[in-house]
């Protein structure tokens, strides 16, 4: 398996615009995260979603924030309409459930900058 | 919900000393504790974990210890070297149910020759 993968790698965007970050979780892992990278605030969880579903979203910090899973292989975080203060690095990371399989795997990172 | 809390967020240690790095969590269902590092412009990788039904576990230089009555555990890294230089993070995460992971603030990690 190639890992978890995540496009584009970087991303500039002005104010306003909307912004999509896409994630391909590891073939059989049940459970994705988004997080959100600054160096403020560390490793934010922003959603996780199990089987395709979202299981909590609490760490959405606001409603120009979307996920969506619409199958085991694709997820997307939207932005809309983005802001600078949503420069940070975005990554997703999957792992499988349950006691045998808890170790998260990482994708690259987007590295969004909004001017 | 899960909150973990990590510290110290910066810690500096000459080469071949020891360095400790401590957190702690606030749901006591919580049963995986997995350590990341993450070098400069990567991403975060797994370096060691433990269960809760183990006090320590050691991978080389590396060891992590988990006290589950007072709900916080260490990473504990002997005879550092340069490349050890990195971020440092913590986690917490049930193994069953909502298995939501969630990470500590980070600790920056500098190894001075």
């Known amino acids: 398996d190639a890992g978890v993968i995540q496009s584009p790698r970087h991303e500039v965007t002005e104010m306003g615009q909307e912004v999509t970050l896409r994630c391909k979780p590891i073939?059989?892992?049940?459970?994705l995260f988004w997080y959100r990278q600054t160096m403020m605030r560390g490793l934010e969880l922003l959603i996780y979603?199990?089987?395709?579903?979202?299981?909590?979203d609490s760490g959405m910090p606001e409603d120009r924030f979307s996920a969506k899973m619409p199958n085991a292989s694709f997820s997307t975080l939207k932005i809309q309409p983005s802001e600078p203060r949503d420069s940070a690095v975005y990554f997703c990371?999957?792992?499988?459930?349950?006691?045998?399989?808890?170790?998260?795997?990482f994708g690259q990172g987007t590295r969004l900058t909004v001017v | 919900g899960e909150n973990v809390e990590q510290h110290p967020s910066t810690l500096s240690v000459q080469e071949g000393d020891s360095a400790v790095i401590k957190c702690t969590y606030s749901?006591?269902?919580?049963?995986?504790f997995p350590w990341y590092k993450q070098e400069l412009g990567k991403r975060p990788q797994l370096i060691i974990d433990?269960?809760?039904?183990?006090g320590e576990k050691k991978d080389q230089r590396i060891a992590v210890t988990l006290n589950k009555t007072a709900k916080h555990f260490s990473l504990h890294i002997t005879e550092t070297q340069p490349e050890d230089s990195a971020v440092y993070f913590c986690a917490a995460s049930r193994d069953q149910g909502a298995q939501k992971l969630v990470f500590g603030q980070g600790t920056r990690l500098t190894i001075n020759p």
């Open positions: 749901d006591s269902a919580s049963n995986y």
């Open positions: 990371a999957s792992r499988k459930p349950g006691p045998t399989g808890t170790e998260a795997f």
């Open positions: 979603f199990n089987n395709n579903v979202p299981i909590d």
């Open positions: 433990i269960r809760s039904n183990v």
């Open positions: 073939s059989g892992h049940d459970y």
